[in-house]
Structure formats: C-alpha cells, structure tokens
C-alpha cells in the first residue's frame, strides 16, 4: 500500500512539472500599436466660449416678472510636447468671468407663499492652471481621425462679490474660493490637414476638493468645505477646441 501510494505521488509531481515545463501560448488580441503624433511634436491650442442673456418681465410656471442682463466669459490655452511616440505632456491655463445684474424675481409657490429678491448684482472671476497627460489611439489607419485620454490635475482659485437688498438692509458678501481636481478625460481629435486639428471631450471621472471663505458685511465671517468623487458622462456638456501641431 505504502508503494503504491508513493508511486503515485511521483506520477502525479512528474505530470505537474511537465505541464509547468511545456510553453505557454501567447494570447493574440490583433492590437497593433502605431505612430499617431510621433515624438518630439509640439501641441498649441485654446478654446473660447461667451454667453450672453438678458430677460425682461419674463415668466415660466413659478417664476414671475424676471428681470435680468448678465454674460459669462472663458479662456482657456494650452501647449503640451510629445515625449514619446503617442504621449504628450503639457500644461492649461485658463481665466472665466461672470457678471450678473437681477433687477427682479418672483416666485410664486402657492396662495400663501411668494417669494421676491430685488437688486441681486454678483461678479465673480477665476483662475486655473492644469497639469496633463494625454495618450493618443488612431482609429484603425487613419492618419486624421484618433481618440485620446487625457490625465489632469486642476487647481483654480477665484473670488466673487455679491450685494442684495434683503428686508431694506444692505447685504453684500465677498467670497474667495479654493478649489483641486483630478480628472479623467477621454475625447476625439480630427486633423483638418497636417498642422491644425479640432477636438471635442467630455469629463467622465473626477475627485474634487473645495473650499470657501466668505465675509459678509466686512464684519460675520463664514467657511464651507466639501469633497467627492463622481462618474458621469453629459453629453450637453462637451468641450470644443482647437489645436495646433508642430
């Protein structure tokens, strides 16, 4: 019995070394990696957006007599070098403005509950710079068309001032805001000829940091933080650019 069963044993460990022993075949997924923007290229682009709106005596469902004249400004450049075949690094900087002037709301929820805000002015501006990392797929052959991922880290700092007449006293609050931001995004590039391509992306993943201070009536003094991570895709929310290579 004792022989029969370290005759097996040994069977058993001469089968597992074989099997060990024999190659392992190598797993072919057809991924075959080629040059889109070769090393050394370097990337310069900007994008631009301007909003303007105005609204008079303006009504919809529980808001009435809206009186309001405002605009939101942004720019944002960027440059990046291509330290190896497909993979760029670079940086973003980037100014954003808005101005708002509220002569009028009300709100109307029900028989007894109105709401009104006379004279809401709010001004508030920010900087941001960014540092990035993007990689770059061509789709199938093409040498116009290719998708790219970019890598970001994002610290913006911005103030704001708003003042209101609330129960005929002045209020006015000025506010400085802090705000850090890694994120994740993915996006398409079509070459319009060999230098000058447009680009179009959407945040997908992003891990926020922020944190305000406000003071209010140069007097009270108040803080808020928060923090949170996300996973959307709004499609109502894609950026449009411009890029230039050389």
């Known amino acids: ?23 392992r075949e190598k797993i ?6 080629k040059t889109f923007i070769p090393k050394g290229q370097w990337m310069a682009g900007a994008s631009f957006s301007y909003l303007e709106y105005e609204a008079d ?15 939101s400004f942004k720019v944002s450049p960027t ?14 900087v980037g100014y954003s403005r808005t101005l708002t002037d509220l002569g009028k709301l009300s709100l109307s929820l029900g028989d007894d509950l109105n ?20 990689t770059y797929l061509n789709l199938g052959n093409s ?15 911005g103030q704001g001032n708003s003042t209101n ?29 060999d230098y000058i391509a447009v680009e179009a992306s959407v945040d997908v993943l992003g891990l926020d940091f922020k944190w305000n201070k406000q003071t209010i009536n140069q007097v009270e003094e108040a803080s808020w933080r928060s923090s949170g991570a996300n996973f959307k895709i709004n499609l109502f929310s894609i950026n449009l650019g411009m890029a230039f290579y050389f």
């Open 79 to 92: 440059v990046a070098y291509f330290i190896r075949d497909n993979i760029a690094v670079g940086g973003r």
């Open 143 to 157: 040498k116009r068309f290719g998708l790219f991922n970019e890598m970001s880290v994002t610290y913006s700092y």
């Open 28 to 33: 072919d997924r057809g991924i075959e990696q």
């Open 1 to 23: 019995m004792r022989k029969t069963t370290i005759l097996a044993a040994l069977l058993l460990g001469c089968c597992l070394m074989s099997v060990s022993a024999a190659p």
């Open 115 to 134: 709401i009104d805000i006379d004279e809401l002015h709010m001004k508030n501006h920010s900087f941001l710079t960014t540092a990035f990392v993007r």
């Open 57 to 71: 005596n303006y009504q919809w469902i529980v808001l009435e007599d809206l009186d309001l004249v405002g605009y």
């Open 165 to 193: 007449q609330l129960r005929d006293e002045p209020k006015a609050v000025h506010e400085t805001k802090n705000a850090l931001n890694f994120g994740v995004t993915p996006g398409l590039v079509c070459f319009i000829n």
